[in-house]
């Protein structure tokens, strides 16, 4: 159980496009979902916290109109990078949770997003 | 406010002998701590957590930590190193609260593993 998926696994686009990204939970409801982004060898770096029905919360130096998140439903976010660069380029891994406590995050694979 | 240290940045070992990543935390609460690991181009994958229950946690692979209060630790080991256990290795916390809570990660570890 607790299987989060991404879609697509790997995108290249032009600069000045949008791409989304879907993250759905498989087998559970996500009250909350979470937003990551990850530079080559290094760790993961929030980006913004979505709960369903709600705005999400960026963290600071993320722009929120560069990065819009939709937590349309228990099951589904989407982060959509608006004219995207290259300097956009990254890994983006988002994570799912059931309550919102300290209950476990379980992580989509990624998706890896190339801009040219 | 809350922190995670992982000593080491990468670790190499043998194939068929212990395997020991060290994390150190602090954390403003009672904390729930986890380890997670990241196979090449890949999402996280839960290896255990521990919740203010048993202090010694196993999980999958064979992997297992022990929460120290003492000297706020909380290193991963495994008896015998395979192969496919190279991968990168993270270390999270994140309060142990009723109320939402933000994952902080630590640096992450690199284990390799060699023949």
């Known amino acids: 159980g607790a299987v989060v998926s991404q879609h697509p696994s790997r995108v290249i686009c032009k600069s000045g496009t949008s791409v989304k990204i879907e993250c759905r939970s498989l087998?559970?409801?996500?009250?909350?979902m979470f937003w990551y982004r990850q530079f080559p060898k290094k760790s993961l770096m929030l980006m913004a916290t979505?709960?369903?029905?709600?705005?999400?919360?960026?963290e600071q130096g993320v722009e929120k109109d560069k990065f819009l998140i939709n937590h349309a439903s228990l099951t589904l976010s989407t982060l959509t990078v608006t004219s995207a660069h290259p300097e956009d380029s990254s890994f983006y891994i988002c994570s799912a949770r059931a309550g919102r406590g300290g209950e476990t995050q379980y992580f989509g694979p990624g998706t890896r997003l190339l801009v040219l | 406010a809350q922190s995670v240290t992982q000593l080491d940045s990468h670790v190499s070992v043998s194939e068929g002998t212990p395997v020991l990543l060290r994390c150190n935390y602090s954390s403003s609460y009672s904390p729930s701590l986890f380890w997670y690991v990241q196979h090449p181009n890949k999402g996280l994958q839960l290896l255990l957590k521990?919740?203010?229950?048993?202090?010694l946690v196993k999980g999958i692979n064979g992997f297992e930590a022990e929460f120290k209060k003492s000297e706020t630790s909380f290193h991963l080991t495994k008896p015998s190193a395979h192969m496919s256990d190279a991968a990168e290795y993270f270390c999270?916390?994140?309060?142990?609260?009723?109320?939402?809570?933000?994952?902080?990660f630590g640096t992450g570890t690199r284990l390799q593993v060699t023949l």
């Open positions: 087998d559970f409801q996500a009250t909350t």
């Open positions: 521990y919740t203010s229950a048993a202090t």
């Open positions: 979505s709960n369903e029905g709600s705005k999400a919360t960026y």
């Open positions: 999270v916390v994140t309060p142990n609260t009723g109320t939402a809570s933000k994952l902080t």
